[in-house]
């Protein structure tokens, strides 16, 4: 029994010294302890001194402009799950390695003038100083699904883009003038949109096309929408309510579609052809203008806590973008 105990002794000794030492041990290796032997787990123990505290430094900057810090801006800071705080461009934070990151730049304070931006990833265990979202050691290429955009690099949004809307057949632009649709009749408004150099639209997720109009006059079902001759997705993804996009009369429904995200250095214009068919016994009369919006994506905080992506904020059904919605009217008649 003595000698049972005397052994038991100096293994635990070898396996206190082995890990002070090397940081990282496997049961299984130790002299006399055997994969197979009765009563023992075979595991891996890390010592939590391999993984020291890490300063984070907070570092983005305008995309297209990248030589240009954002100071005014700031980064809201998650880290496994807890939020950490809101640090200023260039303000700094203490993790340690292995915590797990999500950083939302420009996610607070809400403004009108950049798209927040997501970036996550898993400290490194180095114990030592790293630059924030410049170092890919242990930064990906964030989350973000509408574009292609690094993220230490937010978008600017706050210009909405231009549009002049056209009677297909003929070109005729439509303010005065309305497109003139018979009884049961089919007639295309091409819509030319033009967007903000250098300036996204919908970059976190896409954008939401929606339209309203009368639901006697205009045959639901028949409303398609098209960009640069692709069919759009309907119903959209993200379908804002009745409090951010109001009906404006009575007896009105909507129809909404999904729209790509816009780098509107990638892409200058697009043409949007919505074709739109008159109910079969009821023409439709000036009051019936079609009118529709393109609505941006954008991150936001829960109230809940967390973080979301969407047209709306559904915890005061509150717009999220960033004062970048076009707004389409077509006059009918």
Not at 152 to 170: G, H
Not at 321 to 332: A, F, L, N, W, Y
Request: aromatic residues 6%; charged residues 15%.
């Amino acid at each position: 029994m003595a000698a049972d105990l005397l052994n038991t002794v100096l293994v635990i000794s070898v396996v206190v010294l082995v890990l002070s030492v090397t940081g990282l041990v496997n049961f299984s290796s130790l002299a006399g302890v055997a994969d197979g032997e009765a009563g023992v787990t075979v595991v891996r123990v890390e010592a939590d001194k391999a993984c020291g505290a890490t300063t984070m430094t907070v570092d983005f900057v305008k995309k297209y402009a990248e030589s240009t810090d954002l100071t005014a801006q700031n980064a809201t800071v998650y880290i496994n799950g807890g939020k950490k705080g809101i640090f200023s461009e260039g303000g700094t934070f203490t993790a340690q390695g292995g915590d797990e990151l999500n950083v939302y730049a420009a996610l607070d304070p809400a403004q009108t003038t950049y798209y927040a931006s997501h970036a996550a990833g898993t400290i490194p265990c180095t114990g030592q100083t790293a630059a924030f979202l410049t170092s890919v050691s242990f930064m990906g290429a964030g989350s973000l699904t509408g574009i292609s955009n690094p993220p230490n690099k937010v978008y600017e949004s706050s210009t909405a883009a231009t549009t002049k809307v056209f009677s297909d057949d003929d070109n005729v632009l439509l303010t005065t003038t309305a497109l003139a649709i018979g009884v049961g009749a089919t007639e295309t408004a091409k819509i030319i949109l033009k967007w903000q150099y250098e300036e996204g639209y919908g970059v976190a997720d896409g954008n939401t096309l929606i339209c309203r109009f009368t639901d006697s006059q205009i045959d639901q079902s028949q409303l398609v929408a098209s960009l640069d001759g692709a069919a759009l997705t309907t119903p959209a993804t993200y379908v804002p309510t009745n409090t951010r996009f109001a009906l404006s009369g009575a007896n009105q429904s909507t129809k909404s579609w999904d729209f790509p995200a816009i780098d509107g250095k990638l892409k200058t214009s697009s043409t949007l052809r919505i074709n739109i068919k008159a109910d079969d016994t009821n023409q439709p009369t000036a009051a019936t203008n079609v009118s529709c919006e393109i609505i941006d994506t954008d991150l936001f905080e829960l109230d809940s806590g967390g973080v979301s992506v969407g047209v709306e904020d559904p915890d005061d059904n509150s717009n999220v973008g960033r004062s970048t919605e076009v707004v389409i009217d077509i006059p009918v008649s």
